[in-house]
């Protein structure tokens, strides 16, 4: 029996996979320095927010690469991404948006 509109939601996942999945409110902050798609050549079939998961998750847990679990884009993609991004900065971009948005919040409960 296939899925109805009415049972998807229902069945549907409301948890993170991973405990170094992003939550909403972190995506919301780094979202905006991700990369705008190419204007020409293929458009791009990669969800970056799975493939910063899929970064968070081999830093959180020191796996080798070859042995990132299969819900997470292929291992080689991940590594493109992630070479690509250091070369260029953005990972250091986002730590810094993440860090400052944590000194931000504990300010504010101080």
Same mark, same amino acid.
């Given at each position: !029996?296939?899925?109805?509109?009415?049972?998807?939601?229902?069945?549907?996942?409301?948890?993170?996979?991973?405990?170094?999945? %992003?939550?909403?409110?972190? *995506?919301?902050? /780094?979202?905006? $320095? !991700?990369?705008?798609? =190419?204007? /020409?050549?293929?458009?791009?079939?990669?969800? %970056?927010?799975? +493939?910063?998961?899929?970064? $968070?998750? !081999?830093?959180?847990?020191?796996?080798?690469? &070859?042995?990132?679990?299969?819900?997470?884009?292929?291992?080689?993609?991940?590594?493109?991404?992630? *070479?690509? *991004? &250091?070369?260029?900065?953005? %990972?250091?971009? /986002?730590? =810094?948006?993440?860090? !400052?948005?944590?000194?931000?919040?504990?300010? +504010?409960?101080?």
């Amino acid at each position: !029996m296939p899925w109805t509109e009415t049972t998807r939601p229902h069945y549907e996942r409301r948890c993170p996979r991973y405990a170094s999945d %992003l939550t909403d409110a972190e *995506w919301a902050l /780094i979202e905006p $320095l !991700m990369p705008a798609p =190419n204007r /020409i050549g293929r458009p791009r079939k990669t969800d %970056l927010r799975e +493939v910063v998961n899929s970064l $968070l998750y !081999m830093a959180s847990s020191g796996g080798a690469w &070859r042995l990132l679990p299969k819900d997470f884009p292929p291992f080689s993609t991940v590594q493109k991404y992630f *070479w690509h *991004w &250091r070369d260029e900065g953005l %990972l250091r971009a /986002i730590n =810094n948006e993440l860090v !400052m948005a944590a000194r931000e919040r504990r300010c +504010v409960v101080s």
